[in-house]
Each structure stands twice: as C-alpha cells, then as structure tokens.
C-alpha cells in the first residue's frame, strides 16, 4: 500500500440521495422522487435497461446535468447546485473521452493542473498512479499509441489522480472486446479492493453488476426496483422485472392461479401447495427445475422444444401450458429424443408475484 | 469502379490530356506573353513562345503601376478575412454544437443560408449599408415612427451616417458573413468524441479553458484549412473591391490588375505587362498554397486523428 491508496481510501465519502427528481418537462419525467444511500468506500453497480434513468442518476451526482428538485449529499455536504469540480467526484467515460492531443501524461495531470497544483506535486502523483496502473512506461505515448485496454486504465488513472471522495464509472467497459472486459473487471475489482474508493458503476450488463458489486441498484424507469447485495438479488428478487433481468437465461415466470389449495398453470396442473386464491405470477430458475429427478415438489408435464448445449451445461426450452420454460441441466444429460418432460419444481425454489404489480411476495410458501 | 480495359484507359488518358490543355493552354499563354516585350506583341500579336523580357516587364509593374501598394491591400484583405472568418466561425460552432441553445437548429440553418447569398448577389444592398451603416437604424426608426417623436421633441429626426466604403474595413467586413467556415467547424467537432466536453468539466476545465486548452489545439488542421481557403478567396474577390473601394491606393491587386487595360478604345493593351502582372499576384497564393497543402487536405478529409 502507498501514498495514493491511503489518500483514496480517506477521501471516500458517502452519497446520500434525497426526494432527487429529474423531468426535462412536466411529460417527461425520468427519475420520479428517489431516494438511496451509498456506503463510504462501497462499489455500488447501477443496473438497469437502456433509457431507465441511470446515465441520467450518475451524472447528476456529478454535477453535469442539472436536478430537477432533491438533494444529493457527498458526504455531509449538499451538493446538487455545486459545479462538477467542487464535488470532489471524478468520472471514466464510456468512450474513454482522453483529450487526443495530450500524451498520457498530460491527460492524467490536467485535472491537477487546472486546479493549480505545483508541476512537482503533478509529476509524483501522476507517477505513483501510473506506477499503479502500469502504465510507467506509457506516459509519454498518445492516447491514439494506445491500446484499448491501456486507454481505459489512463482514463481510470486521470479519474483517481484527484483523490475523489467519489469515483463515478459511466458503461466503462462497453466497448472493450469480450477477452478484454474480463480482464478489466478483474483489474476494476481488485483496484477498488486496493484503493477503496467509494465508486458508482453504471451498466447494463449483468455479469458486471454480478462480479463487482458490493451492492446492485437495479433501476427501471427511474424507479429502484432492487437494492442489495448481488447474492440477495438473485436468490430473493424483489419483482419480476429484477427476477428476468438478472440471470442468464432469466427467471422463468409463469402465470398461476391459486382455488384455494393450490397453485395451478393455465392448463390446470398443479405447480405448488398454497392457500391462495386470485392470480399470481410464479417464478424459477432455470438451474432449480428438476428434470425426471426426486425433489421436494410437485410434477409437472412438459413438451420439449429445443435444447442449447452449451458445453459446461444444456439449457432446454419446454412448452408449459402455453409458456416456454427454460431449464438449465447437466451437459449431456439423457433426453435428447424425447418430447415430453416432466418437471419437477421444489417448492422450496420458487417465488411468488403479485399479477398486478409484479412485486414479490415473501414467505408465500413458508421460510425459503 | 476500377476497369481494366485497354480503350477505355486510352479514352479516359485522351480526356485527361484535353483537360489539361484546357487549364495549361492559357497559362503557358500568359508566361509566354509575360516574357515578350510589347513591341513583339504589336507585331505578331498572340504570343506563342516564351521571350526573354519577364524581368523587364516585371520591374515595370513594380514602377509604372500600384500593383505593388494594391498587393498590400490585397494581403491585409485577404489576411484579416481569413482571420475574422477563422475566429468567428470557430466561436458559432463552439456554441452550436457544445452549448444547449434553443433555437441551435434555426441559427445553424441560418448561418448555411448565407452560403446561398455570395456578395455578388446581394452586391446592392451590401454596398448602401456600407455606404452607411447606421442606415437600417435609420429605417427601422422611420418604420417604427420612432423618429417621429424624436422629430417631436428635438427638432430634427435622428440621421446617423457613417460610410466604410473606401476602407479596409468596408473591403473585409461583408466578406466575413459566410457560414461555410461554421460548417467545417461544426462538422469536425461532431466527430469529436461526444464525452471530452464533460470530461473536462470533471477535470474542472470551465467552457472557456475547454476551449483553449483542448478544442483550439485539436482544431489546429481546421483552422489551416480553412485560413488557407478564405485567404485564396479574399485574394481573389474582384466585385466586392471593384465597387467598394474607388481611389487605387485602396483597391485590391486583382482590381488593379483589370484597371491596367486602357480605358481607350483602340489602343492595344500593354499585355506583356500586365501579365507579368498576374504572375507575380498570383504568387502569394501560390506560395500560401504550398506551405499549407498538407493541412488543407487533411483539414478538408475532417478526420479524426
């Protein structure tokens, strides 16, 4: 551990976010009234479809779009009216957005030089990032010498050499090849792990909410539909929006109906025991759906459509009373020329929605 | 469409050679009636081989004409337009494109517009507004009824004057209202990526030092091209300085060069001389276009670097 990661480290502030809305025009609104604590020092991953409001979200808590009504506090401090540079955050773009004329060196050290530090200071700081990120023997390349890769960590690199109580990510990986995202992520992780940075991650994917977060904030609309640890994401989703947006292939949901006793499909089998009666919306994982095994649970009959083998396992698409349900099996498992299935569905592994609002609703078939 | 076939190489080398025999013919015309002296032009007319009387003719625009003085008209003309032009359509861009501005699409458009009105089309109108330039004040206190009431009140109606015409500034200032160089600008920061404006503002870099310390260096071949382009037509404009400018220690060297034909008829023109004349103003442009080529062509590509 050096200068730098202790700098960072005690630089690391909370963000607390108030009532914060955001409406271009009273018709388009796009953050309705949120509110939401980030930990000092906690990697939280935005997640959320396109056009849910989460670009919007991380750039006004860097201060380059304006809020429409809120607060947001880094730290103690109220800063929604301040200007980016006295909010203490810095941001990595997606596209990286280095300024093309200056060497690596210079991109790293502008935010200090325009903030008027001595070129003494500037000079080790930027050092000692450089030295962290590898980037030692770069400093004197163009961003256009560049690789891929080796921009992203100059992009990072001109983001932590300010020491930011905040370390905003907008998609930084989204233009990486898929070899060089994982490598990234790994990197992100570990760098996070050694600066410990309070750090907003906006994204689309999943695997990277999954990888690195501490906590995932899953956005919809503008809405928070969810916001926990990725475990607790997955294993209790809080809608149905959270349960097919995360896992690949997603949730299975399917429409049931409760007589009373018990939950049945459209086509009338039984899936599960309850004393429930109305509409509700059934979820499971593909990986929890027992194929021809023995599991806690009720049986039911399906037609197989199509089968993906994709090496560490196959995942197979059953007709269900009229929905697909996909299952995820064992690599090689024995059914390859048979239509029907039957499947069973722990009862333990299943989670309940209500049809309207799709929220979850816990504890519908005792402690899970 | 690449073909290989040999008539067809041979008519495309056919059109090529007549093309070029079209733009060299006269050229090689006005060097050799440059290097001939008048008395071998009154007796053979059309020269059709070089002399040796270049340096001659040439030291005589420089002591019987004002080619010389109308040179310097020309340079401070064609340099402060490309200049103005320069700064000017860097700015409009810079807001255009960088600054949420409501009406950004109307002005842009109106700003393209004025690449549909060259000077030579609104030549009147140009030249009463230099003629004085407070005129549409005055107009629009005589629409308004304005001047009335002041009529009214002080006696007299409100009657600015102030005529440019003559002056440097009456040859450069209608010159100036030309959108293209806003489009080139415009045009080349688009391919900018989209994200350095905010970056900069996370780095703490305000709108003005964003410009200066990032967009007016990567800029840099734009604004050679588009300097050399504006200079090459200041240099060349002749209406605008023809009408604008009316004693020859004001008017431009391509003004001057016409005015070298003898109002007279029947007197056969010197035109040795005033060849001569024509090569040596078209040096300055010549040699612009030499040192400058490489940022021309690259300016003009709007490549991202």
């Known amino acids: 551990m050096n200068a730098i990661d202790t700098a960072i480290r005690a630089a690391a502030a909370s963000i607390t976010v108030k009532d914060l809305t955001k409406a271009y025009d009273p018709q388009t609104v796009v953050i309705p009234p949120m509110d939401v604590e980030l930990k000092a020092g906690e990697f939280t991953v935005v997640l959320g479809p396109s056009g849910c409001g989460k670009s919007t979200l991380l750039q006004m808590i860097a201060g380059l779009e304006r809020v429409s009504s809120g607060k947001i506090l880094i730290g103690t401090r109220e800063v929604q009216d301040l200007e980016p540079k006295h909010r203490g955050c810095a941001m990595v773009f997606q596209n990286y957005a280095l300024y093309p004329h200056m060497t690596v060196f210079e991109n790293m050290a502008y935010s200090l030089k325009v903030s008027g530090a001595p070129k003494a200071e500037r000079a080790e700081r930027v050092a000692a990032v450089a030295r962290m990120l590898g980037l030692a023997d770069y400093l004197h390349r163009k961003p256009g010498q560049l690789s891929g890769g080796q921009r992203q960590r100059v992009a990072i690199g001109r983001a932590i050499v300010r020491e930011p109580a905040v370390l905003l990510f907008d998609e930084p990986l989204s233009n990486l090849d898929a070899q060089l995202r994982h490598d990234m992520r790994v990197e992100l992780a570990d760098l996070h792990r050694r600066i410990g940075a309070t750090t907003v991650f906006v994204t689309h994917d999943q695997v990277e909410a999954m990888t690195l977060a501490d906590r995932i904030l899953i956005l919809n609309k503008g809405r928070i539909e969810q916001f926990d640890t990725p475990k607790a994401i997955y294993h209790n989703p809080a809608s149905v929006f959270v349960a097919k947006f995360i896992g690949a292939p997603p949730m299975n949901i399917l429409a049931v109906t409760g007589d009373g006793a018990a939950l049945r499909l459209a086509d009338g089998q039984v899936v599960a025991n309850a004393p429930l009666t109305g509409a509700y919306q059934l979820g499971i994982r593909p990986e929890d759906i027992v194929v021809d095994g023995k599991a806690n649970g009720h049986v039911v009959r399906a037609a197989l459509r199509f089968r993906e083998d994709l090496g560490s396992h196959s995942v197979l698409a059953a007709d269900l009373g009229g929905s697909t349900v996909r299952i995820a099996t064992p690599f090689g498992a024995d059914i390859a020329d048979r239509l029907e299935l039957d499947l069973n569905f722990p009862t333990s592994r299943l989670h309940l929605f209500d049809a309207a609002t799709g929220r979850a609703i816990p504890g519908a078939f005792g402690a899970q | ?305």
């Open chain 2, 1 to 305: 469409m690449i073909e290989n076939a040999r008539s067809l190489n041979i008519a495309a080398s056919v059109i090529l050679l007549a093309g070029m025999l079209y733009i060299l013919g006269p050229l090689y015309l006005t060097l050799a009636t440059a290097s001939q002296s008048y008395e071998f032009l009154l007796r053979n007319g059309l020269a059709w081989y070089p002399g040796d009387q270049f340096f001659n003719n040439a030291a005589r625009i420089f002591t019987e004409t004002r080619i010389p003085i109308q040179m310097l008209n020309s340079l401070a003309v064609a340099f402060s337009l490309a200049i103005a032009t320069c700064i000017l359509s860097f700015l409009s861009a810079y807001a255009i494109v960088y600054f949420r501005i409501r009406w950004a699409g109307v002005a842009f458009a109106l700003i393209l517009a004025t690449i549909m009105l060259p000077v030579d089309i609104r030549v009147i109108t140009t030249y009463q507004v230099a003629s004085n330039v407070f005129s549409p004040v005055n107009a629009l206190l005589d629409v308004t009824g304005l001047n009335g009431l002041i009529a009214k009140a002080f006696g007299a109606p409100v009657q600015l004057e102030l005529s440019v015409l003559n002056t440097h500034f009456g040859l450069i200032a209608p010159l100036v209202a030309h959108g293209t160089g806003t489009f080139l600008f415009r045009q080349f920061f688009l391919t900018l990526p989209k994200d350095l404006f905010k970056a900069a503002r996370m780095d703490g870099a305000g709108p003005v030092r964003f410009m200066f310390d990032i967009l007016l260096p990567l800029s840099r071949t734009s604004f050679a091209a588009l300097f050399v382009l504006t200079f090459l037509s200041g240099w060349t404009q002749y209406l605008w300085p023809l009408v604008a400018s009316s004693t020859p220690d004001m008017q431009t060297a391509v003004v001057g060069l016409a005015r070298l034909l003898p109002d007279s008829d029947g007197e056969v023109p010197d035109f040795p001389m005033i060849m001569a004349g024509a090569v040596i103003v078209s040096l300055v442009p010549l040699l612009m276009i030499a040192l400058l080529q490489r940022y021309l062509v690259q300016g003009l590509v709007l490549s991202e670097k």
